[in-house]
């Protein structure tokens, strides 16, 4: 008997959906990525999925010492820190309910909020609401934001063009190289930190995962640390082409900066990533991810990171390429800092889109022991933490 056209029709297409499915359910799936996992899960394991404890060293507690206001006898010259706009309220707030409530609730540091121009009465309002401690609101001075008098606005268009094409991010953002600008050299000369050594930098939408105890700017105190970071992550070398020889040209002009127990290895690796030391011009482009930042800015403030800055912003690069804030500071402190006075964070839980620190401890929420990131799998070959504990430490 013959079976009518249609009826042959559908048999074959329910039989091709069968093939499909019966396809989907067996064909080989790319192995998933897991928390602790990617190039750690080989070779590399992921220190954070090792269990996480405070630090080593002198660690003061919250006491009544610490209430707010004039009472608070404890706290050092230490400021909570951010640079933000108006319209980023709501994630200026949501950073703030997060490190209060794993931290500042008990220690009450003031927090200083900086723009380039005026807070509007609602971000002061909300943001005051959200912390027990002292809040102030400073504008940026004129002289600290603008381009530099020395920046020719032809060739600033120009390079634009040129690294927008090679995917350079925000590199028609005059904006942006102005923020990169500040947080690099200017930051801490405002008149409003005059009298504070100590900042933890807050960058809104970041959030903060584990309890942590002690007060974190006496640990950098008591036990001789310059510079605290959580993530570390290779540069877009495209961002920083004549960043390192810049700084090499610093070098043979001020060899007396140079630390003697300093990181140059970490910073001229190129082994992990050689393609990246080649187009950055021998810098691996490994740097601290600095909107995590917790610093003495001693060091900021000294003779030779002056100089330094002085010598990159005459150069240009902070327009004409897109230098940012993390690499200078990365830069510097592997330079001219004692290596061991730089000091990973392992227990703060942190992330700031699109990368985590999670550690491996009970006081820590919401995050995922050993992830790195919750973006697509190719982020993990950002990662360089494996070269500062290869040539630095843990500690
Ligand atoms: N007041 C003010 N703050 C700014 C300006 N540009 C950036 N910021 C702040 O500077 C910090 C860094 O800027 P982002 O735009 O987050 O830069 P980013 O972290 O490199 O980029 P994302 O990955 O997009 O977050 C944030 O705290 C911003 O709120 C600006 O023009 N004015
Ligand atoms: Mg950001």
Redesign the pocket.
Known sequence: MAIARPVRALGLAALVMWCFFVWQLLKPTASPVRPGGGRFATAERDPNMDPTGEPEGVLTYASKEYAPGPAGTARINATLL????NE?LDGMVQAMRDLERTWNHKFNYPWTFF??VPFSAEFKKKTQAATKAECRYEIIPDEHWEVPSWINNDLFVESAKILKEQDVQYADMV??H??CRWNSGLFYKHPALADMQYYWRV??KVHFFCDVDYDVFRYMQDNNKTYGFTINLYDSPQSIPTLWPETEKFIAEHPEHLHENNAMDWLTDKTRRPEHNAKANGYSTCHFWS?FEIADMSFWRSKAYEDYFNHLDRAGGFFYERWGDAPVHSIALGLFEDKNRIHWFRDIGYQHIPFFNCPNSPKCHGCVTGLLTDGEPFLYKEDCRPNWFKYVGMG
């Open positions: 951010a640079l933000v706009r980023e723009n380039d904006s942006y102005q923020m960058e809104p909107n």
